[in-house]
């Protein structure tokens, strides 16, 4: 469980990440949910983390590091549905 200052934290790197994303900054927004998920590994949000890293490496095309990602949010939280279609994505496109 992440403290409150470093949950934040992590909240506004997934922010970020989230911003770069829609600037199709790929890589960044990459950096931006490692940063958060280094913040809080296991906390509340960090499925949304790995999910959106996923989806940041979705879109750099690396569909094996993107499965590993998404494995890893479904396994945190198995009712958060973007995981399993993004896992889906990745395994169609490798």
Known sequence: ESSGVQ???AERM???GNRHMASQEYTRAYNAYSAALQL???GP???????NRAAALLSMKKY?????DARRAVALAPSFGKAHARLGQALYFL
């Open 7 to 9: 949950g934040e934290e």
């Open 14 to 16: 997934k922010g970020l």
């Open 40 to 42: 809080s590994p296991v």
């Open 45 to 51: 949000s960090s499925h949304v983390y790995l999910s």
């Open 64 to 68: 094996s590091e993107a499965a590993t």
